[in-house]
């Protein structure tokens, strides 16, 4: 019987994004705002 | 299944509205799913960090503009923001090929310094001049068809309306050119290598 040379890729249960990466998404959501002009929106990041 | 779809699109609807907590807990409920479906693609944990960002981001500025228009189907569509940025990261990948540097291997190994130094220039001079001597040492008809090819680069239609001979002519010359061109350097022993 042939051998089978390659490994079963590690199945890796619960990966979750770094609290960073969430952390830098909900400051972002909170600094973006749209401005809405005239059919036209304009996006305004604010620090 | 219904009741959590149901949650999903409120929670939409509160954070179009200006409640930033909503998106909080939609990140919350969907982001090992959405990490996990990157990951399966790019087996990257610092990929996968990036185009989860970018998705989210997407999703923040679409659903800020007023543009979502999918109501109660949320997580589909957030991850087919995810899948269309995996695909674009692999077309960007495709075109500028990314080394790992993983311990053992080193950067350097594939960077090098591809100019020459002085010996190597000089060899490559030497060698130059020794092809150019036994090019002169060919019988006239196949030096000819040599130089027109090798060094006008020249095709071999181009060659035999130059000379007036036929292609079929033209081919049988270089070869003869290429073969004589050995012998001469079995013969004298010549090395030609960089």
């Known amino acids: ?47 | 299944m219904k009741t959590e779809l149901i949650q999903d699109a409120e929670l939409v609807t509160n954070y179009i509205n200006g409640n930033e907590s909503a998106l909080s807990v939609l990140i919350e409920r969907h982001k090992q799913k959405i990490y996990s479906f990157i990951y399966s693609k790019v087996y990257d944990r610092d990929v996968t960090e990036d185009v989860f960002q970018d998705t989210f981001i997407k999703v923040i500025k679409t659903l800020k503009r007023g543009k979502y228009n999918e109501e109660g189907k949320f997580l589909p569509w957030v991850m087919r923001i995810a899948h269309n940025l995996v695909i674009d990261h692999f077309r960007k990948n495709k075109r500028m090929p990314k080394f790992h540097n993983t311990g053992e291997f080193s950067i350097f190994s594939v960077l090098s310094d591809s100019t020459l130094n002085a010996e190597k220039v000089l060899i490559k001079d030497q060698v130059e001049t020794d092809v150019r001597r036994i090019i002169e040492e060919l019988p006239e008809d196949q030096k000819q068809v040599l130089l027109m090819r090798m060094y006008q680069d020249m095709s071999f239609k181009e060659i035999s309306e130059r000379t007036g001979v036929s292609i079929n002519t033209a081919l049988g010359r270089m070869r003869y050119a290429l073969i004589n061109m050995r012998k001469v350097i079995e013969q004298n022993n010549i090395v030609l290598t960089n």
């Open chain 1, 1 to 47: 019987m042939a051998k089978i040379y390659s490994n079963a890729s590690p199945k890796q249960h619960n990966l979750n994004p770094k609290d960073e990466t969430i952390g830098f998404l909900l400051n972002y959501s909170k600094a973006l705002s749209v401005i809405n002009y005239n059919k036209l929106k304009f996006e305004a990041l604010l620090n």
